[in-house]
């Protein structure tokens, strides 16, 4: 006769974990739920005057066009990856009393949002940063830009020679890299399924922790910047973007093109960069005839963000004129120098 036996010690202990386990997801889910939010919700708080939206290539662009109207080179301001225009408020601040200044919302980010076609490729960025100049009459362009922005930026000076007089490269993406450190919320947009539950769940304190990520001091991230990171992921139809972001940007399969820059070029970096390694500033300077090499040491990945006062004194040099030296001030110190700065 077969021979059976039974564990009814360990049914309630099983019955426990599952119900523990189920208590904790069901937390988890309920503290960390966060639905996309219409932009018309966001709009009061992160776009108050002098914002304003723009229609261009099938959307309502997010954009701040400010300072001397008569200013015939703008300087004009693009942000990197999950970021919007208001990572440049410091430098803004600076410039509008004496040059116009103009900077926007990249599709899939801030409160542009998700662009129509779902089309995030190099080309398309480029396009996209043409034809919102052309539509606020920039003709020609002093052009910055951080992380993605700083390639879209190179990319548009390559593809468009006549609108682009002299070219800010901050912590700029293009050359292949090795990272030492990438922001928690950039990794899980590239895991499938844990992606999609992104898309509904959205912990603040992984923002926070992807926002100090990239910042050399994290002491220097406040809540409210976190919020603002926050609020804007949360803009409908942005995280859904992010993901179909890193499945199109692929590495630039054509670097070498770097060397067809012919326009002023400063390249600024931050010393504790662990997303884009500071060995590729020296590139961009080498590659770059007549480039000049800001290095802020303790600073992050967002070195304008992080220290606006002092990396703008870089820039305010460099737009001084050709023959100004580049110099830097503040706690941060900077280590400076002309094309192929090490």
Known sequence: MARTFSIPRLRPV????VVIGCALVGGFVVRTWAPDVPVERLKARWAPPPSQFLAVDGMQVHLRDEGPRDDSVPVVLLHGTSSSLHTWNGWADSLRATRRVIRFDMPGFGLTGPAPDNDYRMEAYV???????SAVGARRVVLAGNSLGGWIA??????HPELVQRLVLV???GYPFTSQSVPIGFRLARIPVLNVLMQRLLPRSMVEQSVRNVFGDPSRVTPDLVQRYYDL???AGNRAALVARFGQLREDPDT???RRIAVPTLVIWGGQDGLIPPMNAARFGRDIAGSQVAIFPALGHVPHEEDSAATFAALRAFLAGPSAAVQASGTTGATLGGAGAR
């Open 14 to 17: 099983w019955l426990a974990v």
């Open 127 to 133: 396009r996209f940063v043409a034809h919102t100049l």
């Open 154 to 159: 190179w990319r548009v000076a390559l593809a």
């Open 171 to 173: 912590d700029a993406a």
């Open 233 to 235: 992921t949360r803009r």
């Open 256 to 258: 070498a093109a770097i």
